[in-house]
Each structure stands twice: as C-alpha cells, then as structure tokens.
C-alpha cells in the first residue's frame, strides 16, 4: 500500500495524528492549534475512480501554503479554475451531443465531478466556518457553490436528455409495432375472404372431370355466394377477440380472513 505524502513544512502534533498513513482521504478539513489544513482534490477524469489530493495549509498568520512551502493562494484559485474548465467543456458536448451514446459518455464523468464539486463546496464552507476572519475563503466559498451548482444542473440536464430520446425512441419503436399489427391484421382479413373462394376455385380449376361441367349457370353462382358466405364467416373467427383466461378465486379460508 502506497504511503501518504509528507510535504515540507510542520504540522501540530494533532494534526498530523489526524492523517492517515497512505492517503489524505476525503475532501476534509482539519484545524488545530490556529492552522488549518483544506484538502481538495483535483478534477476528477475519467470514471473518477482514482483522486489526485490537492493539500492546503493556513497557517495562524494568515499565510497559505500548498504542498509544502509553496504560496496557496494562486494554487486555490488554479484548482477552482480547473472545475470551471471541466465544467466549460462538458456543457460544450452536451450541447453538440446528438445521439443518446453522446449522452451516455457525457454523463459517465459528469457524475464523479458533480459530486467531487458538491464535495468542494463542502469542504470550504467548513473552511469558513472555521475560519471566519478570512475574506479569501469567502470568495472561494461562493466560487465553489457556483460551480457545484452548475455541475448540478448540467448533470441533470444530461439525464433529462438521455430520459427523453430513450422514451421517443420507445414510443417510436412502439408506433411502428402498431403499424405492422394493423398491416398484418388487414393482410389476415384479406386472406380469411379470398381463402375459401380460392379454395373452391382451386378444386373447380382441376383438368379432372367432376360432372359439374354441364351443370346450370346459376349453379355457378350458387357456389361463388357460398364462397362469400364461408369467407365472411371466416373473417369473423380471425377477428373475434380472444378469450382471457379467468383468474383463480382465491380459497374461501382466505376470504373469510
């Protein structure tokens, strides 16, 4: 297991009992004795699984360091610009996004940043809490609520979106199953008139001699209109509705309870 990062400077003994061994951990803060360590972590990429800590330290006098003995102030305002940044760019693909896959890859990291900012904003507003007579966490503070605000309401535009051209293709999916019932079932129809008529004309039709050839005309007719008869009848069997099986009664013990 990979072992937490010590930076140079000091920490009270509290503090530093307050770490973990191999890593920083959540987006936290820590105050003890007049110093106050802010950790962040960096925008996360990907399915975010993986969180780069960015570790801030003020000390009692008011000065900021970050990893170290480096100046924190600009370092603070870098990280937050890095979420706009992200930010900027997946409102900029959701907007281009045309298919629901575009969506779908849209929303995968979205989530992890939405969270690693409501996270952020957390974070510095116990900072303030803390801290109350620092000016530069309220900004940060407010910077960071605008920004996890607009992770917010960008991730569910994105589900909003996904949700909608799912649910059209559904109920195109469903209009075009109707299409072909109603084809099949007027194509079912033709053929239940049609059949016993090219049934009868079948056997007639035969090079076979039945002893109907010489039969009067009105014969013929006769046929055909029975023809008819059968093919109405039939078309009513086709179109009559199926019977629903009839639901079990349940026992009469569970009736009487």
């Not at 100046?71 to 992200?86: C, D, V």
Request: aromatic share 8%; glycine share 6%; proline share 7%.
């Amino acid at each position: 297991m990979p072992r937490r990062i010590d930076y140079d400077w000091e920490l009270p003994p509290q503090m530093q009992q307050r770490l973990g061994g191999s890593t920083y951990g959540a987006q936290r803060i820590i105050h003890e004795e007049g110093h106050l360590t802010v950790i962040l972590h960096e925008p996360p990429a990907g399915t975010g699984a993986e969180r780069k800590p960015a570790v801030f330290l003020r000390k009692p006098d008011g000065a900021w360091l970050h990893k170290g003995n480096n100046p924190g102030e600009r370092a603070l305002a870098k990280l937050l610009e890095s979420y706009r940044t992200a930010f900027s760019t997946f409102e900029i693909r959701h907007q281009s996004a045309e298919t629901s896959q575009d969506l779908f890859q849209i929303l995968g990291p979205l989530i992890p940043l939405s969270r690693a900012a409501r996270n952020m904003q957390d974070t510095l507003q116990a900072a303030r809490d803390a801290v109350k007579d620092d000016p530069m966490l309220i900004d940060l503070r407010d910077h960071a609520v605008e920004i996890a605000r607009g992770f917010e309401l960008l991730l569910a535009d994105t589900r909003m979106s996904l949700d909608y051209r799912l649910a059209d293709a559904a109920e195109a999916q469903a209009r075009s199953a109707m299409e072909m019932s109603r084809a099949q079932h007027k194509l079912n129809t033709i053929a239940a008139l049609t059949f016993p008529l090219m049934a009868i004309g079948a056997a007639f039709g035969m090079n076979l001699h039945s002893g109907a050839e010489n039969l009067p005309t009105w014969v013929y007719w006769a046929i055909f209109a029975a023809g008819i008869c059968l093919g109405v009848m039939l078309r009513g069997w086709v179109k009559a509705p199926v019977a629903q099986p009839v639901a079990a009664r349940p026992p009469a013990a569970l009736k009487k309870k």
